[in-house]
């Protein structure tokens, strides 16, 4: 089935900017989505069809997908972003729901 | 107020059984796609199951494929998954997790419930 492959750390110092990359085969024809898991907490929908944010969700989180990448943005990083990240699709030729393995954000 | 809350978890040993449920309130249960998504110990995210609104649309992720049966009661507004033949590897947090009408994504998810599955 479809593959999503997410780097499993990234780092970033406040107040600047992290890239979180999902790249898979051809990604950019397929709906990407984002989720935020912070420690013992349950994953919240960040961003869904690459770049819409659920209410709630600050404009700070932004989205992007083009060729074999999906891109999750987040400016002005801040101590509080800490967290698990995972990208997610619907792979239609096998009816699964797939996630990334998922990237460790950390605020330095 | 949407609450997605999960319960039925705890210790099992290989080869056992085990019924989680997800109690729904907040919303229109009837109105939404239902999930169960897992979670290994420092693991990443795992789907495992699908319900359509009505029931009819069914679908498992390979790994549970003819051990594990989803299914829901919306008069209840409850989820429900039934596991058998429980291994090592099924050992995780489960999540229930709401899919809104015919879209490909999880926009609510429950607390999650753990699974330990172990002699």
């Known amino acids: 089935s479809y593959v999503l492959t997410q780097p499993p750390s990234v780092s970033v110092a406040p107040g600047k900017t992290a890239r979180i990359t999902c790249g898979g085969d051809?990604?950019?024809?397929?709906?990407v989505h984002w989720y935020q898991q912070k420690p013992g907490q349950a994953p919240v929908l960040l961003i869904y069809?690459?770049?819409v944010r659920p209410s709630g969700i600050p404009e700070r989180f932004s989205g992007s997908n083009s060729g074999n990448t999906a891109t999750l943005t987040i400016s002005g990083v801040g101590a509080g972003d800490e967290a698990d990240y995972y990208c997610?699709?619907?792979?239609?030729?096998?009816?699964?729901?797939?996630f990334g393995g998922g990237t460790k954000l950390t605020v330095l | 107020e949407v609450q997605l809350v999960e319960s039925g978890g705890g210790l099992v040993q290989p080869g056992g059984s085990l019924r989680l449920s997800c109690s729904a309130s907040?919303?229109?249960?009837?109105?939404?796609?239902m999930n169960w998504v897992r979670q290994a110990p420092g693991k990443g995210l795992e789907w495992v199951s699908f319900?359509?609104?009505?029931?009819?649309?069914?679908y498992y992720a390979d790994s549970v494929k003819g051990r594990f049966t989803i299914s829901r009661d919306n008069a209840k507004k409850s989820l429900a998954l039934q596991m058998n033949s429980l291994r090592a590897e099924d050992t995780a947090v489960y999540y229930c997790?709401?899919?809104?009408?015919?879209?490909?994504?999880?926009?609510?998810w429950g607390q999650g419930t753990l699974v330990t599955v172990s002699s």
């Open positions: 997790a709401r899919s809104p009408k015919e879209e490909p994504f999880f926009d609510y």
């Open positions: 907040g919303f229109t249960v009837s109105s939404y796609e």
């Open positions: 319900i359509s609104r009505s029931g009819v649309k069914i």
């Open positions: 051809n990604i950019g024809s397929k709906s």
């Open positions: 069809y690459e770049t």
């Open positions: 997610q699709l619907w792979d239609s030729s096998s009816v699964h729901w797939v």
